[in-house]
């Protein structure tokens, strides 16, 4: 062998070394490729610092030119891809098919540039593609630009977005940060996900004029920012209530939702009927998942179990309307439903229905904190109590826990029973009892509010408190009928019926027109 041969060959293969050995691939523009330490392509991991990503059911190109890119020979490959990098110039595009994209820490961001709508600016794009999924690994940052979603997702197709890390993604003028035009689906499985809207934009679901789609929340935990005059999770402005949203896992962080929507929460269905602010967080394992409302008009109906419903503190504008919903569960340590203080509850029971509220252990069916307000009406039958009793006797059904006392408690209609398991140590309507081991006594709640049953049937083994009737005030404007065998309480603003468990009845006041059987 010559030496200059033998010099051209010891180059050649000192070169084919450090191809392998950085990845480099000298062999055809447009088809950088990653490569493991041992040899072995790794094809579909790709640096988007290379260029624009073009993904097909055959293979996918890397281009700087996307005016050139028919000029460019495409990489055959079948499989997961895994993209990384950073970049302010270029995007990913799937062009056709179906596939499964890990995006690992990766950056995007066109927001620099471009004031209306152009294909440039979108950073991810699955607009002409099938269904897909979109694996989240790492931190991830998507900004679009121009009139643009940060990423685009196709008409009448799926896109599912799941994994394990971070996702913040910010939509152009006009455009969600997830979505598009409305008719496409959105499914999240997981991840940590921040998605924010342009102007008239949701932060998931549509852009300006275009309804929100499907959207299913099945896990994760979900941050959504609308634009102005958009909500939160749903339609763009002018669409605003046309979307389909289902929660049945994961947490969904404070957001705007419209009237004339459903959304499924497990088995049950929770309808919105106006502007309603709300959030739902996943609750650890072995406790109900929780729905915080701050304001709006809710109709629930259907199987609720795992589900608490809480209106915060100070919020006085919320209203929610039993339509044959079930809660029969026996979850301990949190209300079925909560009324914070300086909040109020209307709750109201929608004609002929019968309702069911049960939870476990130190809890109550429903909680009315002490400066907190509940108003009960309506034609419907609610049953509410309280699941192992044993250890459930320091919580009223309807009303306070412990020491504590509860606030006001007003019932206008409705037939309503609510039975306390242990009425010695907790109240079916009113306060519990418990044992202060620094007072050596059993001790309940002394500055409650009053209590007024002004119309409907009530069924309660004891109302009131325990210990003292000075504790606890009945009112009542009469109309009522009270089925009980103790009051506890001062009955002297009271006007109504009581009947007792033998049967026998006293009416209490002036009374006109009351029916009586």
């Not at 701050?294 to 039993?322: H, P, R, W």
């Not at 192992?388 to 306070?400: D, F, K, L, P």
């Not at 006392?405 to 519990?432: E, H, K, Q, R, V």
Request: proline content about 1%.
């Amino acid at each position: 062998m010559s030496k200059k041969r033998l010099i051209r060959k010891s180059i050649s293969v000192l070169l084919s070394i450090v191809m392998i050995l950085t990845g480099i691939n000298l062999t055809g523009y447009g088809k950088t490729e990653v490569y493991a330490q041992n040899g072995v392509k790794q094809l579909g991991q790709i640096d988007i610092a290379n260029g624009n990503i073009l993904i097909s059911s055959t293979g996918y190109k890397i281009v700087t030119d996307m005016e050139a890119a028919d000029t460019v020979e495409e990489t055959q490959y079948v499989g997961d891809y895994t993209i990384t990098g950073t970049t302010d110039l270029y995007k990913i595009v799937v062009k056709n098919g179906s596939h499964s994209i890990i995006i690992q820490d990766l950056k995007i961001d066109l927001s620099g540039d471009g004031t209306r709508y152009n294909q440039i600016y979108r950073p991810i794009d699955f607009s002409e593609a099938d269904e897909c999924k979109l694996v989240i690994k790492g931190t991830n940052t998507i900004k679009a630009g121009g009139d643009c979603p940060g990423i685009y997702v196709p008409d009448s197709k799926k896109i599912t977005i799941k994994g394990d890390g971070t996702l913040n993604v910010y939509g152009g003028e006009s455009w969600p940060g997830i979505g598009r035009n409305g008719n496409g689906s959105i499914e999240i499985q997981g991840g940590i996900i921040t998605s924010y809207g342009g102007k008239n934009a949701a932060g998931i679901g549509g852009s300006f004029g275009f309804a929100g789609g499907k959207i299913d929340i099945l896990g994760g935990d979900v941050i959504a920012v609308a634009g102005e005059n958009a909500i939160d999770i749903g339609g763009g402005a002018m669409k605003q209530n046309k979307y389909e949203l289902s929660i049945s896992g994961g947490s969904v962080h404070r957001f705007t939702a419209l009237g004339d929507t459903q959304i499924k929460l497990g088995e049950a269905t929770m309808k919105i009927n106006s502007d309603t602010d709300l959030e739902f967080i996943k609750g650890n394992d072995g406790f109900k998942n929780k729905v915080n409302l701050y304001s709006g008009n809710i109709e629930l109906s259907g199987n609720g179990v795992g589900y608490a419903f809480k209106v915060m503190e100070n919020c006085q504008n919320v209203d929610i309307t039993l339509n044959n919903f079930q809660d029969d569960s026996s979850f301990g340590w949190i209300n079925t439903f909560e009324v914070c203080d300086g909040g109020k509850l209307n709750l109201h029971l929608a004609k002929d229905t019968k309702n069911v509220i049960y939870c476990g252990s130190e809890s109550s069916a429903i909680r009315v904190n002490k400066t907190a307000s509940l108003v009960i009406d309506g034609k419907g039958k609610l049953t509410a109590g309280i699941h192992n009793g044993s250890c459930s006797a320091y919580s009223a059904v309807i009303g306070s826990q412990y020491t504590c006392s509860y606030g006001n408690i007003t019932i206008n209609d409705g037939i309503i029973y609510a039975d306390s398991p242990n009425p010695y140590l907790a109240a079916a309507i009113g306060t519990a009892n418990y044992y202060d081991s620094d007072k050596g006594a059993y001790t309940e709640g002394t500055d409650n509010g009053i209590i007024a049953i002004n119309g409907g049937e009530v069924h309660a083994n004891i109302i009131g408190g325990i210990e003292s009737a000075g504790n606890a005030v009945l009112q009542g404007t009469g109309g009522a009928i009270i089925y009980t065998d103790k009051i506890n309480a001062n009955i002297s603003e009271y006007k109504g019926v009581t009947v007792n468990s033998s049967g026998e009845h006293k009416i209490y006041g002036e009374i006109s027109n009351f029916r009586f059987v």
